[in-house]
């Protein structure tokens, strides 16, 4: 089962179900249902009689007040890259990426995440920045796993490697963020193993970068990352935490406006993002 949340033509949001190219509205917000005992029971017993084809609807960011997260350094190709980015501090990504505790950080809160087809921004300070396309867990407020979605963390490279401290204003600003286009339901996720991660970026009509991996190429589990995360702090709301990025860019490549990122993730869909710059 996939749920999504949607904007329609009068500007009501709502959320639904998706089922072969029609969202079926529910009677009840999506962190209802994703925080849920059951929450496939909870979504049946929730949908009402109304439904659009999705060509009808604005698909946004599937999210409600869930604080967005990230996990750094959880694929062997991160740590090469970021050790390259920041020569003075490659000892740390190489320590991070075999140490017990993960690396995680703040992301985005759900006012600045954008949905597909939304612009995500690049930096007007930054000179190389690149999407990571990220295998995202739909985590309840008991800190489960209930759901599996698309994330892009962009990042400004660097500005990260001038200095690791900076690594919040690489990371973290308006549409540095996007995610969707559904969530899948835990259940209704593939095995693992088989779950592929694919970037493509386009520019003028053209394809500049393909790319892809295996989350089974993840050196940490979702669990353990989630385990880390929830071990001082409380989600009420729930949360989703992107899980790090196996597809990297050539060093000499960087987003330009007007470039369109494409992520295809098993089990989920594509989630595409226009590229443009960080507005003043």
Known sequence: MQLCKVQLAGGVVRSGVVEAGQVR???VSLSEVLHAADPAAAARAALGKESRPLTEVLLLAP?????????????KRSREARERESVGAAQFYD???????PELFLKATAERVVGPGHAVHVR?????SVPEPELTLVISPE?????????NDMSARDIEGDNPLY??????YDSSCSVGPVITLAGAMPPREQIDIRLTIERK????????????AMARTPEDLVGWLGRETSFPHGALLLTGT??????DFTLAAGDLVHIDLSGVGRLSNPVSLRAL
């Open 167 to 172: 690594l919040p204003q690489a990371k973290i």
């Open 63 to 75: 999210v409600d007040r869930q604080e967005i997260w990230a996990a750094g350094v959880t694929y």
């Open 124 to 128: 007007r300070d930054s000179k190389w």
């Open 95 to 101: 320590k991070v990426y075999g140490a017990q505790r």
């Open 246 to 251: 196996g597809v990297v860019p050539p060093d």
């Open 143 to 151: 800190l489960r796993i209930v759901g599996y979605t698309i994330g």
């Open 205 to 216: 009509g053209g394809r500049v970068f393909e790319g892809a991996t295996s989350v089974s």
């Open 25 to 27: 509205f529910l009677n």
